[in-house]
Nanobody
């Protein structure tokens, strides 16, 4: 079991920046990948970025603007968001995939609201 707690969301003007943080606790040694998803009103939850063993992957819509990084010692992943657009407005959810302890399990944080004004 892992618990994920997001922070860093808020209101920002278009073109601005925010950094989201996600702290994992519990059986963090089982985590094989972490990432961020977002969900805007009326839309399905979509992948934003993932990181696994140092490898990163991004949705085309955020590539070049967002950067995902991790600090294993702190059991924390970050999403640095720059050049924000109103279309980025959504609830952002931290995600963890547990793959090192037998079986495959997915966990989600509660989400943090990001609102980009124009």
């Amino acid at each position: 079991q892992v618990q994920l707690v997001e922070s860093g969301g808020g209101l920002v003007q278009a073109g601005g920046s925010l950094r989201l943080s996600c702290v994992a606790s519990g059986d963090t040694f089982c985590i094989s990948a972490m990432g961020w998803y977002h969900q805007a009103p009326g839309k399905e939850r979509e992948l934003v970025a993932t990181i696994s063993s140092g490898n990163t992957n991004y949705a085309d819509s955020v590539k070049g603007r967002f950067t995902i990084s991790g600090d294993n010692a702190k059991n924390t992943v970050y999403l640095q968001m720059s050049s924000l657009k109103p279309e980025d407005t959504a609830v952002y959810y931290c995600y963890a995939h547990l793959g090192w302890c037998g079986g495959l399990y997915d966990y989600w944080g509660q989400g943090t609201q990001v609102t980009v004004s124009s």
